[in-house]
T-cell receptor, first 113, second 116 residues
Framework: QQPVQSPQAVILREGEDAVINCSSS?????VHWYRQKHGEAPVFLMI?????EQKGHEKISASFNEKKQQSSLYLTASQLSYSGTYFC??????????????FGKGTLLTVNP | KAGVTQTPRYLIKTRGQQVTLSCSPI?????VSWYQQTPGQGLQFLFE???????NKGNFPGRFSGRQFSNSRSEMNVSTLELGDSALYLC???????????????FGAGTRLSVL
């Protein structure tokens, strides 16, 4: 089942902060965050694993609440280059969920000067 | 290191035709996944291959098929094209692709397919 992202869109001024949420109805093993700019490939930002391990981008942080199957991506002191569509992808830990990422519909982030 | 390469970048086909898309993964990566991206549905998983074996498949009709070669390159095929197949098709590669390997997928720029 597709995770739900919120908000669908957000507009910021440079320097402002934003939080993007990702919620799943299924037990998760990991949550992956990607950013996609128009006409480009999605770029990996962050992976959060069950148990708390994180790997990712220096200026972006994220959290993963395993009990609630929720993840949040925190963008602080936003820059113009942060603009794009952010996707969370979830990886389950049961048969049928292996070896695949199920993505949310995305959050369009626009950072204005 | 070269990234994931998808060819062609753009395709225009008519209804009823067949199309084959190609994906060359990052050197050393053995897992290749395919996704369909549309404005309304976002990224939808098609299938994943590892060592020439399909390990998982999304909810797409049998017209969508794929395969992987011994050098890890992958192709996907769509037969009897429909208007609704118009989309950006993305492939992603990862080292192993298993849950235990903290699977990070790296995406190609995609093939944009237009069906007229």
């Amino acid at each position: 089942q597709q995770p739900v992202q919120s908000p669908q869109a957000v507009i910021l001024r440079e320097g402002e902060d934003a939080v993007i949420n990702c919620s799943s109805s299924k037990a998760l093993y990991s949550v992956h965050w990607y950013r996609q700019k128009h006409g480009e490939a999605p770029v990996f930002l962050m992976i959060l694993l069950k148990g708390g391990e994180q790997k990712g981008h220096e200026k972006i942080s994220a959290s993963f609440n395993e009990k609630k199957q929720q993840s949040s991506l925190y963008l602080t002191a936003s820059q113009l280059s942060y603009s794009g569509t952010y996707f969370c992808g979830t990886e389950g830990n049961s048969g049928g969920s292996n070896y695949k990422l199920t993505f949310g519909k995305g959050t369009l982030l626009t950072v204005n000067p | 290191k070269a990234g994931v390469t998808q060819t062609p970048r753009y395709l225009i086909k008519t209804r009823g035709q067949q199309v084959t898309l190609s994906c060359s993964p990052i050197s050393g990566h053995r897992s290749v996944s395919w996704y369909q991206q549309t404005p309304g549905q976002g990224l939808q998983f098609l299938f994943e291959y590892f060592s020439e074996t399909q390990r998982n498949k999304g909810n797409f009709p049998g017209r969508f098929s794929g395969r992987q070669f011994s050098n890890s390159r992958s192709e996907m095929n769509v037969s009897t094209l429909e208007l609704g197949d118009s989309a950006l098709y993305l492939c992603a590669s990862s080292l192993v692709g298993s849950l235990l390997a903290k699977n990070i997928q790296y995406f190609g720029a995609g093939t944009r397919l237009s069906v007229l």
